[in-house]
């Protein structure tokens, strides 16, 4: 298991919350203000396009595994090449967007390349050529929406699936809203946010997702990380999730059956 220092600037943040589903905000670290920068500076997130937002009113939120790769590179160090400084695939939700708005019809003002994407957001080719980026309105999420949550930054965090994607980074004011990911990094562990539901229509995506995080991160899973892949496994829903993960994340299929060849043998004890 992976330890911070005391010392870490992360770990003062934690401190005071006792409720993993209170959400801290957090001004601009001395290592989320490069990356800030780095973003709005670097083709990847046009300054004209956040200013289009400004005048609507939206807020957007840089969100999943860019911020999540970005917050363990600088906690633990690279994760692999200084390639992925310039991530290739980023998400980003916009809050207060009007449910009758088409983010669609925005977006099109400042990217040439989109369309709508299979889950009803919209991916965009960014100006670098580099960065594909997928658009989400939060009040058309589906984890919202199916977890009954406030349709706004708040309700996106606690509807989250993984702990360690607990947090979203305000691309305009540099604000990172944060509620379990730090401890999730911190202890190198990845537990649920909120349990994943077989009656779920993306319940096996979401756990492809679970297996690509670890794969990814080489933390641990939680106790109840690990006990919904084993039901997974009784059930028989096991080869479906590896065929998903095969699809979108190809070159992690060894890592994920190292993963699950490590969690079966220990469950099985």
């Known amino acids: 298991m992976k330890t911070l220092s005391e010392g870490d600037p992360y770990t003062g943040k ?15 670290s001395h290592r989320m203000s490069p990356y800030l920068a780095h973003f709005n500076g670097n083709g990847v997130i046009p300054n004209l396009f956040l200013s289009g937002f400004r005048r609507k009113g939206w807020t957007p939120y840089l969100v999943g595994g860019a911020l999540r790769r970005f917050l363990i590179r600088s906690t633990w160090g690279a994760m692999g090449s200084d390639k992925e400084e310039i991530p290739n695939d980023v998400d980003i939700v916009i809050d ?23 889950f009803g957001g919209v991916k965009c080719r960014c100006p670098n050529g580099l ?8 009040s058309d999420d589906f984890n919202v929406r199916s977890a009954r949550a406030t349709r706004n930054i708040r309700g996106f965090i606690k509807s989250t699936l993984l702990d360690v994607n607990t ?8 604000l990172l809203h944060e509620a379990d990911a730090f401890r999730a990094v911190k202890d190198g562990i990845i537990g649920f946010n909120r349990q994943p539901l077989s009656s779920e229509p993306h319940y096996l995506s979401n ?7 670890l794969a990814e991160t080489r933390f641990e899973a ?14 028989g829903n096991l080869p479906g999730i590896l ?20 969690l079966f043998l220990r469950l099985k004890r």
């Open 222 to 235: 939680a106790p109840e990380v690990a006990d919904s892949l084993r039901t997974a496994w009784q059930e």
């Open 96 to 118: 207060a967007v009007p449910s009758n708005t088409s983010l669609h019809d925005f977006l099109k003002q400042y990217f040439a390349d989109l369309h709508i994407n299979g």
């Open 167 to 174: 947090m979203a980074l305000d691309l305009d004011s540099g």
């Open 207 to 213: 756990l492809g997702h679970v297996l690509e995080v």
């Open 14 to 28: 934690l401190g005071a919350r006792t409720d993993a589903q209170e959400i801290t905000v957090c001004p601009p």
């Open 131 to 138: 960065t594909q980026l997928d658009f989400w309105s939060i």
């Open 243 to 262: 065929r998903i993960v095969s699809r979108r994340k190809p070159g992690a299929m060894q890592q994920v059956e190292a993963i699950l060849d490590g």
